[in-house]
């Protein structure tokens, strides 16, 4: 009993970071990674998201645990193939057996949406890896329509914001001179089969590398005076939307400024190594409370401001089994026992126990 209602005063706590009384949250995402050795089964965190009502979420994988446990649910669902699958599917005939392995056998009744080819290739440093991405893309796509699901699953591939040259002020975006060969192919297959270019951007790493050159509310999208674009006069009061724009500006300097652009990633560390600037529960709360309330809003960029931009916060779990620093380990909004981190502060909570609380919940 006490379990249940831990459960469901947890729930509630949580209805407050996400949700208004209008509904659902139509733009935003959540990102669910798996790098732990105790996070709770598949069932239960579907479980955890209807009960936010969150609509969308992103793996890193195609693990058919998931991808059964999610079947006739309201999620969708964007999948990963694997960096180390992108030369296998070089081979046309590898794509199709890839899709008929690990996307047909669960769509429709799994709301599959997206596969995200590789993450981070652009950037990764592995020429090879580079060149085999799109005719991966390509080749996953063409499997994708002889089985007539193109229509309802698009192919993209996550990209770090390294993949910029320069991002600021946002007009001046472009690509790095390396990728100039690459990125058209890239941009082309893109705008031909109308997928996103999907991002992952984190202003944290922007202030942990320059504290004292950056503005702290001008990152956490906390009141501030802002930046103005001096050629295109575009206001700015926080760096992921220039951040976003900057991609776009990179994009129509090729010729393709039409792309919608997705933020794939974004989020903030609640703990970090003592180099880690700014990487405490506070500015964690703060971050990706402001985050939500603006998805909340259905806003879009200054570029864009009648294009929702649609974000995917990372991550529902801190993951014990991260490589690298301290931060790493930190992203989560819950514990994997699905306890809070923090509170993003959409609700003024009461600091007593989660159990007390319950008794404001109808189950």
Same mark, same amino acid.
């Given at each position: 009993?006490?379990?249940? @209602?831990?459960?469901? $005063? ?40 209807? $009960? ?12 058919p645990q998931i991808l059964t446990a999610f079947a006739n649910s309201n999620i969708e669902l964007v999948v990963t ?17 890839? @899709? ?30 580079? $060149? ?60 031909? %089969? ?14 942990? *590398? ?6 702290? *509310? ?6 501030? $005076?802002? @930046? ?8 700015? *009061?926080? &760096? ?10 990179? &994009?129509?300097? &090729? ?35 402001? @985050? ?28 014990? &089994? ?32 989660? %159990? ?8």
């Open positions: 009993m006490g379990n249940h @209602v831990s459960r469901i $005063s947890m729930l509630h706590l949580l209805l407050g970071l996400f949700l208004t009384l209008s509904g659902e949250v139509e733009s935003l995402g959540i990102n669910y990674g798996q790098v732990g050795n105790n996070l709770p089964p598949p069932d239960r965190v579907l479980d955890l998201l209807r $009960s936010l009502k969150l609509t969308k979420a992103r793996i890193y994988d195609t693990n193939v694997e960096n180390q699958m992108l030369p296998i599917l070089m081979d046309p005939n590898q794509a199709l057996q890839w @899709v008929h392995t690990h996307i047909r056998p669960y769509f429709p009744a799994t709301r599959i949406t997206g596969i995200a080819i590789g993450n981070e290739v652009f950037t990764g440093g592995d020429t090879a890896l580079i $060149s085999y991405l799109v005719p991966a893309m390509v080749n996953i796509h063409a499997a994708l329509v002889r089985f007539g699901l193109d229509r309802f699953i698009h192919v993209s591939t996550p990209s770090s914001l390294a993949v910029l040259q320069e991002s600021f002020p946002p007009s001046a975006g472009c690509f790095r001179p390396e990728l100039n060969r690459i990125m058209p192919q890239f941009l082309r297959f893109l705008a031909a %089969t109308q997928a996103p270019f999907w991002i992952n951007a984190y202003p944290y790493f922007a202030y942990k *590398d320059d504290p004292n050159s950056i503005s702290l *509310d001008y990152v956490l999208f906390n009141p501030n $005076s802002g @930046v103005v674009d001096p050629y295109t006069k575009l206001h700015y *009061d926080n &760096m992921l939307y220039a951040q976003v724009d900057a991609v776009t500006f990179a &994009m129509a300097r &090729m010729g393709y400024g039409g792309i919608e652009v997705r933020v794939s990633e974004t989020g903030w560390p609640s703990r970090g190594d003592p180099d880690e600037i700014g990487s405490t529960v506070e500015n964690a709360a703060i971050y990706n409370g402001n @985050v939500l309330r603006r998805q909340l809003k259905n806003e879009g960029t200054p570029l864009k401001p009648n294009r929702r931009l649609e974000v995917y916060v990372f991550a529902l779990f801190n993951e014990d &089994m991260k490589p690298g620093p301290t931060s790493e380990r930190n992203y989560g909004l819950l514990q994997p026992d699905g306890t809070m981190v923090y509170n993003c502060g959409l609700f003024e909570l009461a600091s007593t126990s989660l %159990t007390s609380n319950a008794t404001q919940v109808k189950s």
